[in-house]
């Protein structure tokens, strides 16, 4: 009998419930963090944003407009087990959640390789501009010959630089926009968010990001 799709797997096949997805914004107001899919349409891409929401402390993911199915096969493979523990919610377009951040003070970014404040934005947040924080090329060499646990450690300059919890995460609920992998985020998207943001890249003309990349990079604050 065959039971899985794919031809090789791992030692241990489980039958489980399948995840709850949500459909109503209700549930949202005790989510601090939430990540938003804009019609993304590549499993991989959903699974693997999704893996790196819950493991970077993200509280929910929500789905909005003609993307894939958050119980695709693929994406529950590449979610590795974390569509089973961070909530889902789907929305077939932005007026629930327009509706939703309208009432609330919710902190709206929306990643935008095309906004001409977007990294402005990144370095406000993340405050990890070398020029801004004295960071030479001298004092990552030091660190680097330290060892992990000194490196890691909130003695050095280079950690605070970083500022994991950043101040405006911790005082408001926050959502973070990751538009469709061809055209980037919706008009719609740009006008519900308040700030656009942008990863600095050294050829941002040679197509960006891969979204879960930059997802990756962008959830990590």
Known sequence: MKISGMPSVDKIIA???MPIIETSTDKLVDK???VIFE?????GNVGTLMRTAYNLGWDAVCMVGDGVDPL????????KG??????????????PLSSYISKNSTEVYVADVNSTEGEHNFHNIFRHSADKENINRDTINKLLRQTNTTFLSSSTS???????QHKDKEDKQVMMILGNESTGPSMEAKQISNKPITVPMQYAHNSGL????AGGILMWW
């Open 72 to 79: 695709n096969d693929k994406v529950i493979r590449s979610a």
């Open 39 to 43: 019609k993304l349409n590549d499993p």
């Open 210 to 213: 891969n979204v879960s990349i």
């Open 158 to 164: 280079f950690y605070n630089a970083h500022n994991y």
């Open 32 to 34: 601090k963090h939430i």
């Open 82 to 95: 974390s569509s089973f523990f961070l909530p889902i919610f789907v929305f077939d377009d932005w007026k």
């Open 15 to 17: 039958e489980v419930k």
